[in-house]
């Protein structure tokens, strides 16, 4: 196969990997980039959730595809098994409002191909899920494709693939700089050489304000917001298959959790944060005093499991926290991600901003890198298996109105 058009690629994560693997796919001469190690970044560090209730409705309509990717994985990549455990996504309501908007979201979602998606009131929720206590919400809505990832499967499967078909990944290679010529990219300069393409691509989410300044592109706003998950040990009644089946829920106070395995309980909260630019690879996992499961009872993760465990109170009797783990969320002010051409570098294609749901866009990502790389030029809707969908909430320099609600 004659390889004509060449694409760099920056960042080895799922994003990356993914995109990589579509553009080799289509015949595309493909070069990743990657500072360190395939996976080193935010990709091996997330909560790994998966859903298709999302406020946006072309979020849903991608993120349907998304789902539909990897529970295909096998016949689509040649992986040995799928990455997805489809436990479910269960958003609680707390108050009157909540529960209305909720409702609202499902008609919308269900009006856009969503049909197993539900909205249960407290009682009917209760007798699905009667580890709630349903004194303490107005209902729920409950989707039982969604679920949460394997992520080492998704980017290590991702990148054999991309292999097979001719891409190249060059490991311990951080771009340093941008040669350019009449506001195009001619070669992105890393330590182990200069690398040429017709177009680049930034797949470095959390990363992204750093490389455009290194490399004269336009400075996103996308800011790198530390991100914890903490490691709960199960202890009295719940049963160890109760938890194994939970899906990944979400609370009224922003607490969520989800199975790590049937003895263990993973819980995040987004909790405010300032942006940290000028992070490195090691900053990843620097666990700061008030966010560690040993800081006492007055660190944060004691305050999240206090309130998860108003809502599940089974919760409340766990044997105790266990270990801590951080990243970064790379946090657009709408929490939509950017798909597009940088404005300043007219052949660089932005893939950022994924405000910590880059893993389960990674699919959908990959097709609008795929037609981005084809169009040569923005453009206004993906055809992506005969679903046309909007580009419209993803554009760059679009005016945040339209926020994502739910963005847990």
């Given at each position: 196969?004659?390889?004509d058009?060449?694409?760099?690629?920056?960042?080895?994560?799922?994003?990356?990997?993914?995109?990589?693997?579509?553009?080799?796919?289509?015949?595309?001469?493909?070069?990743?980039?990657?500072?360190?190690?395939?996976?080193?970044?935010?990709s091996s560090?997330?909560?790994?959730?998966?859903?298709?209730?999302?406020?946006?409705?072309?979020?849903?309509?991608?993120?349907?595809?998304?789902?539909?990717?990897?529970?295909?994985?096998?016949?689509?990549?040649?992986?040995?098994?799928?990455?997805?455990?489809?436990?479910?996504?269960?958003?609680?309501?707390?108050?009157?409002?909540?529960?209305?908007?909720?409702?609202?979201?499902?008609?919308?979602?269900?009006?856009?191909?969503?049909?197993?998606?539900?909205?249960?009131?407290?009682?009917?929720?209760?007798?699905?899920?009667?580890?709630?206590?349903?004194?303490?919400?107005?209902?729920?809505?409950?989707?039982?494709?969604?679920?949460?990832?394997?992520?080492?499967?998704?980017?290590?499967?991702?990148?054999?693939?991309a292999?097979?078909?001719?891409?190249?990944?060059?490991?311990?290679?951080?771009?340093?700089?941008?040669?350019?010529?009449?506001?195009?990219?001619?070669?992105?300069?890393?330590?182990k050489?200069?690398?040429?393409?017709?177009?680049?691509?930034?797949?470095?989410?959390?990363?992204?304000?750093?490389?455009?300044?290194?490399?004269?592109?336009?400075?996103?706003?996308?800011?790198?917001?530390?991100?914890?998950?903490?490691?709960?040990?199960?202890?009295?009644?719940?049963?160890?298959?109760?938890?194994?089946?939970?899906?990944?829920?979400?609370?009224p106070?922003?607490?969520?959790?989800?199975?790590?395995?049937?003895?263990?309980?993973?819980?995040?909260?987004?909790?405010?944060?300032?942006?940290?630019?000028?992070?490195?690879?090691?900053?990843?996992?620097?666990?700061?005093?008030?966010?560690?499961?040993?800081?006492?009872?007055?660190?944060?993760?004691?305050?999240?499991?206090?309130?998860?465990?108003?809502n599940?109170?089974?919760?409340g009797?766990?044997?105790?926290?266990?270990?801590?783990t951080?990243?970064?969320?790379?946090?657009?002010?709408?929490?939509?991600?950017?798909?597009?051409?940088?404005?300043?570098?007219?052949?660089?294609?932005?893939?950022?901003g994924?405000?910590?749901?880059?893993?389960?866009?990674?699919?959908?990502?990959?097709?609008?890198a795929l037609?981005?790389?084809?169009?040569?030029?923005?453009?206004?809707?993906?055809?992506?298996?005969?679903?046309?969908?909007?580009?419209?909430?993803?554009?760059?320099?679009?005016?945040?109105?339209?926020?994502?609600?739910?963005?847990?």
């Open positions: 196969m004659a390889r058009r060449r694409a760099v690629i920056i960042g080895a994560g799922i994003t990356g990997t993914l995109s990589a693997r579509a553009l080799a796919r289509e015949g595309w001469d493909v070069t990743i980039l990657e500072a360190a190690h395939v996976g080193a970044g935010s560090r997330t909560a790994a959730g998966i859903r298709q209730q999302w406020s946006t409705a072309d979020t849903v309509r991608g993120m349907r595809y998304a789902v539909r990717v990897y529970n295909e994985w096998v016949e689509r990549t040649g992986a040995d098994s799928i990455p997805i455990r489809a436990n479910g996504y269960l958003f609680l309501a707390g108050d009157d409002a909540a529960w209305l908007a909720a409702q609202a979201r499902v008609a919308m979602q269900k009006g856009v191909g969503l049909t197993d998606v539900e909205a249960l009131a407290s009682k009917e929720l209760v007798e699905r899920f009667p580890w709630i206590d349903g004194d303490t919400v107005k209902g729920g809505t409950f989707c039982p494709s969604d679920g949460f990832l394997l992520p080492s499967m998704i980017y290590q499967d991702g990148i054999a693939d292999k097979r078909h001719g891409a190249r990944l060059i490991s311990g290679a951080p771009v340093q700089a941008a040669l350019s010529e009449n506001g195009r990219v001619t070669a992105l300069r890393t330590p050489g200069d690398f040429s393409g017709d177009v680049y691509l930034n797949c470095t989410n959390a990363w992204t304000r750093a490389l455009a300044r290194d490399l004269g592109a336009e400075e996103l706003p996308v800011d790198p917001l530390k991100r914890y998950l903490w490691f709960i040990k199960r202890d009295g009644p719940m049963s160890a298959e109760t938890l194994a089946h939970m899906p990944l829920t979400i609370t106070s922003g607490v969520y959790c989800r199975p790590e395995n049937q003895d263990t309980l993973l819980m995040g909260h987004a909790h405010p944060a300032k942006s940290e630019d000028g992070f490195t690879y090691e900053d990843q996992d620097v666990i700061e005093p008030d966010f560690a499961h040993t800081g006492g009872l007055e660190a944060a993760p004691f305050e999240s499991w206090a309130l998860l465990s108003e599940i109170p089974a919760v009797e766990f044997a105790g926290i266990a270990a801590t951080s990243g970064y969320y790379g946090t657009t002010p709408d929490h939509n991600p950017f798909f597009g051409y940088d404005r300043k570098l007219t052949n660089f294609v932005h893939l950022c994924f405000s910590g749901h880059g893993a389960m866009f990674g699919p959908f990502s990959a097709r609008v037609a981005l790389c084809e169009a040569g030029t923005d453009i206004d809707v993906v055809d992506i298996e005969g679903e046309v969908i909007g580009m419209e909430a993803f554009k760059i320099g679009r005016k945040y109105i339209a926020h994502e609600a739910m963005v847990i």
